[in-house]
């Protein structure tokens, strides 16, 4: 699996924990609710402010969405 994968389904997994909807996130990131959807499938990248905000939004530590990451997910 690809760093990008990893992290796409790390984000997801820590949404779904939150029970937060696609375009809930999206929208609190300032993301179209597309670009999140494809970003979240691995079909885009997110970079690093989105995964700031988004981690901010879903009270989680940003270096959790990161493959070997020890940090503590709520």
Do not use: C, N, W
């Amino acid at each position: 699996m690809s760093t990008e994968q990893h992290i796409a389904d790390e984000v997801r997994a820590a949404r779904s924990r939150r029970r937060k909807s696609q375009a809930e996130v999206a929208e609190a990131v300032g993301m179209h609710k597309d670009t999140y959807s494809k970003k979240e499938q691995g079909r885009s990248r997110f970079d690093a402010v989105e995964l700031y905000l988004i981690a901010s939004f879903l009270d989680v530590h940003p270096a959790s969405f990161y493959p070997g990451s020890t940090a503590a997910l709520p």
